[in-house]
C-alpha cells in the first residue's frame, strides 16, 4: 500500500513544523517548502499526493502560486491562509484549490479535509495520464498519445499490448518517481481499490508486464537504463521526458 505523501508549504517555521509533525503522527509522509522555488523543487524530484498551500509566503502568493500549478498539474491543493472574508475563499477556489481552511484551525478538521480530498481525488488523479494526448520524447524514443503509438529510435512503429501501453503512459508522466506496483496497478485496472496491497501473485503480474515492457523498449534488459529497479518499492522511470503539445 502506498502511503499518500503531503507536501506542506509554509514559511512560518513554527506552522510548519507543527503540521509536519501532526500529519506524520497520522500516519502520512511529509515533505516541506519555504516558498514556490522549493516548492517547483519538490515537484520536480518526489511523488506528492496533495498539497497544503499557504496564502502569505513572503514576497509570494499563494493564489498566484496556485494558478501556476494547476496550468500544468492537477495534484489536490488545501490552500491555509489566515485571510477568512468569502472573496477570499472564492479567489482560491477559482484558480484551482480543492478546499480552502482559515487560520487559526483545528489541526482534526484540517485532517478530515485531507483524508476526503484524497479519497475523492486520488481516483481523479490516477485517471489523468489515460485522458493525455500529448506526445512525449524519450532517449529518442516516442510516443503519441494522440494516436496511441510508440515509435522506436529508428522510426518503427513498435507493437504494445493495452496493459504495457498503459503502464507506460504512467511511467512518463512520472519520470524520475518512484512508483509502488500497487500505483502501477492501479494504473491498468479501473475497477481495483485504490488502498488495497497486493498480494504475492499480482505483485508477481506488475513484475511479468514490466520485463514485456522492457523487452521492447529497453537495448540491454539485463541492465535497464529506462525503467529501473526499486528493490523492495517498485520501478521509477530514470530517463528525462519531453512533453510537446498534441
Excluded at 499518500?4 to 509533525?21: N, R
Excluded at 512525449?136 to 510508440?150: A, P, R
Amino acid at each position: 500500500m502506498s502511503v499518500p505523501k503531503i507536501l506542506i508549504v509554509e514559511d512560518d517555521l513554527d506552522m510548519q513544523e507543527m503540521m509536519v509533525s501532526f500529519m506524520q503522527k497520522n500516519g502520512f509522509m511529509v515533505i516541506a517548502a519555504n516558498n514556490a522555488d522549493e516548492l517547483t523543487e519538490k515537484l520536480k524530484s518526489e511523488r506528492v499526493d496533495l498539497i497544503l498551500l499557504d496564502v502569505m509566503l513572503g514576497d509570494e502568493n499563494g493564489i498566484s502560486i496556485c494558478r501556476k500549478i494547476r496550468e500544468t498539474n492537477n495534484i489536490p491543493i488545501i490552500i491555509v491562509s489566515a485571510l477568512s472574508a468569502d472573496q477570499d475563499r472564492l479567489s482560491g477556489f477559482e484558480v484551482g484549490a480543492d478546499d480552502y481552511i482559515v487560520k487559526p484551525f483545528n489541526p482534526q478538521i484540517l485532517l478530515a479535509k485531507v483524508k476526503a480530498i484524497l479519497k475523492r481525488g486520488t481516483k481523479i488523479a490516477s485517471l489523468a495520464y489515460r485522458r493525455n494526448t500529448n506526445i512525449y520524447h524519450f532517449n529518442d524514443w516516442i510516443y503519441n498519445g494522440k494516436k496511441d503509438i510508440v515509435i522506436s529510435p529508428k522510426g518503427f512503429q513498435i507493437s504494445l499490448s493495452k496493459k504495457e501501453t498503459k503502464i507506460l503512459k504512467v511511467f512518463l508522466t512520472n519520470s524520475h518517481i518512484t512508483l509502488t506496483r500497487e500505483e502501477i496497478a492501479n494504473s491498468i485496472d479501473d475497477n481495483r481499490i485504490e488502498d488495497e496491497t497486493l498480494n504475492l501473485a499480482e505483485s508477481r503480474a506488475i513484475d511479468v508486464l514490466v520485463g514485456r515492457l522492457r523487452s521492447k523498449i529497453e537495448i540491454d534488459t539485463k541492465n535497464p537504463s529506462l525503467i529501473k529497479t526499486e528493490r523492495g518499492i517498485g520501478y521509477i522511470f530514470s530517463t528525462e521526458v519531453e512533453v510537446k503539445d498534441e
